[in-house]
Structures are given as structure tokens and as C-alpha cells.
């Protein structure tokens, strides 16, 4: 395969920022890809894949770029949450378009936190076509301990594991039912809306004054006109959270029902799709999607 990848910098507020160009071995597509980086994250993503779907994408005849935001990888400036990188992402498809001048559209796709960006900015951009939303991060503290409630407190309950310990006194029964009591406060309400990767970079972002996460990604994918690809992993505390608030919320249910929206669940799959059978499988499933309109 000739890769023929390159290095690429662009500037932010004069701020570098770095990527890899990957250019497409056939015949080119007027659509390209943009794979924004989840945080803590950068460009290659874990156990490589963003690298190993932007050279199967490029295979293809798609042409792609992967990048680092500021405060990423080799990127300068300061660390930042994903609801302050619109800029990053606007230079980027700058940078896009201009490697590959027969551009006529793009496509975001990002995982967890990214999906999350790319939801946000996607509507501002004429440019952007679609969507591809892995395991999208739409976490409260309210939303992540109902997960956990459902989706990991129950499991073991009925799990193997958790009778051999309770019978052989391995158990905590004490921090066990700290913790379980502090996810019953936050599903009572008790507890405050988090929605950074990092309470820290949180605290000072003003997100507590506005409505939660899950409700503005929806507002924003529903001003977005585009297609919208989402991929959920089965064994993944992250898409289980997003699966309920789908369910809680009738204006994301009507947003999954659109015509040009599309849903694919990975069942066995955990949330960085660590397997090369999980990988290729999105791989697929993204190039079939950009190939279907």
C-alpha cells in the first residue's frame, strides 16, 4: 500500500496545530473525513485506530485527517474541554479542503467526548454533510449513576463473582454501600450535573448555569440538516448512559427516528473498541455509511 501520508500544521489564534494527512489511493471521493480526538486523546487513538480507519478510509478513495486540538498531543496552547475546540475543528476542515481541492463535503467522526464536539459545531458549517458518533459522551452525575445502577450494580448482583465473595467474606460490605448510596443521591437528585472529561477543567467552564448535556447535544443535532451515523458499544458504561437518556427524552427518540439517521450497536464491543475484529467492524460500517448517500 502506498501510504503517502503527511504531516500537516495549521494555526489557531496563533497557536499550531498539528495532523496527519492521509490522501486517497483511488480514485477520489468528494467527501472527506475529519476524525476529531476525544480527550485525554490524541491523533492515533487507542490501540491505534484512528490511524488504522484513516488508512482503510484512504484505501477506499476517501481522504481523511486526523488531528490534535490545542492542548493535545503535539499541538500547542492550553488543555481544553471539548465544548471549546470549535475553532480547531473549523481550522481543520480548512486544512482538509485545502490537501484535497476536489472536496465538496466533510464528515466528522468522533469518539465519546469528540462525538460530543462534533455534535455542537456541526450545524455552524455548511461544509459538514454527516455525522459518525461513537459511543457519544453525554455524561451527569445523575445520568452515569443510573448507569451504574442498571448497568453494573444489577449485573453483579447476579454474578458468580459477587456470591463467592459475600460467601467467603472477601466482601466490603461498608464501601460497597457508601458507594451505592451515593449513586441512589445523585438519581434522587442529590448530586450536581458534571459534563467535563475532568472536574478540574469543569469547575470553571459555567456548565452548572446551563441546561444539561444531553438536552443541548440533542438541540444542536437537531439544527444540524446533515446525516448522522451513531455507533454504541454493548459493554460500555458511556453508550449505556446514552441509551437512557434516549429513553428518558422524547426529543432524542424523534431525533433517532429521522430518515437519514442511522444506529448501529456493537454488542460485544467495550468503549475504545479494543479488538481488531470491533475496529475493522466500525471501519466498515463507516465507509458502507459515507458510500450509502
Given at each position: 500500500m502506498d501510504l503517502n501520508e503527511s504531516v500537516v500544521n495549521f494555526s489557531v489564534r496563533g497557536e499550531r496545530l498539528f495532523g496527519i494527512y492521509h490522501p486517497p489511493q483511488q480514485e477520489p471521493s468528494t467527501r472527506g473525513v475529519l476524525i476529531v480526538v476525544g480527550g485525554p486523546q490524541y491523533r492515533v487513538g487507542s490501540h491505534r485506530q484512528f490511524v488504522l480507519l484513516a488508512r482503510f478510509l484512504a484505501a477506499n478513495g476517501i481522504p481523511v485527517l486526523r488531528f490534535d486540538y490545542r492542548g493535545m498531543g503535539d499541538s500547542e496552547g492550553d488543555i481544553r474541554t471539548f465544548e471549546s475546540i470549535d475553532e480547531d475543528i473549523h481550522a481543520s476542515i480548512d486544512c482538509l479542503f485545502d490537501k484535497a481541492p476536489n472536496l465538496e463535503e466533510a464528515v466528522i467522526w468522533g469518539l465519546c467526548d469528540a462525538a460530543s464536539a462534533a455534535a455542537f459545531y456541526a450545524k455552524s458549517d455548511p461544509r459538514v454533510s454527516g455525522l459518525v458518533l461513537l459511543n457519544p459522551w453525554v455524561r451527569t452525575e445523575a445520568g452515569i449513576a443510573k448507569a451504574y445502577l442498571k448497568h453494573y450494580y444489577l449485573?453483579?448482583?447476579?454474578?458468580?463473582?459477587?456470591?463467592?465473595?459475600?460467601?467467603?467474606?472477601?466482601?466490603?460490605?461498608?464501601?460497597?454501600?457508601?458507594?451505592?448510596?451515593?449513586?441512589?443521591?445523585?438519581?434522587?437528585?442529590?448530586?450536581?450535573?458534571?459534563?467535563?472529561?475532568?472536574?478540574?477543567?469543569?469547575?470553571?467552564?459555567?456548565?452548572?448555569?446551563?441546561?444539561?448535556?444531553?438536552?443541548?447535544?440533542?438541540?444542536?443535532?437537531?439544527?444540524?440538516?446533515?446525516?448522522?451515523?451513531?455507533?454504541?458499544?454493548?459493554?460500555?458504561?458511556?453508550?449505556?448512559?446514552?441509551?437512557?437518556?434516549?429513553?428518558?427524552?422524547?426529543?432524542?427518540?424523534?431525533?433517532?427516528?429521522?430518515?437519514?439517521?442511522?444506529?448501529?450497536?456493537?454488542?460485544?464491543?467495550?468503549?475504545?473498541?479494543?479488538?481488531?475484529?470491533?475496529?475493522?467492524?466500525?471501519?466498515?460500517?463507516?465507509?458502507?455509511?459515507?458510500?450509502?448517500?
Open positions: 449485573s453483579r448482583l447476579f454474578g458468580r463473582e459477587f456470591w463467592r465473595k459475600v460467601v467467603s467474606g472477601r466482601f466490603d460490605f461498608s464501601s460497597s454501600t457508601r458507594s451505592l448510596w451515593k449513586m441512589v443521591s445523585s438519581v434522587l437528585g442529590k448530586g450536581h450535573a458534571t459534563q467535563g472529561r475532568d472536574p478540574a477543567v469543569a469547575e470553571g467552564s459555567g456548565l452548572g448555569s446551563r441546561e444539561a448535556l444531553p438536552e443541548r447535544m440533542c438541540q444542536g443535532l437537531r439544527a444540524f440538516p446533515g446525516r448522522l451515523l451513531f455507533v454504541l458499544s454493548g459493554d460500555d458504561l458511556t453508550a449505556d448512559e446514552f441509551r437512557d437518556a434516549v429513553k428518558r427524552s422524547r426529543q432524542w427518540q424523534k431525533l433517532l427516528r429521522r430518515p437519514h439517521v442511522c444506529l448501529r450497536e456493537l454488542g460485544p464491543a467495550n468503549h475504545t473498541f479494543s479488538r481488531r475484529e470491533w475496529r475493522d467492524t466500525v471501519a466498515a460500517w463507516t465507509l458502507d455509511w459515507l458510500r450509502s448517500w
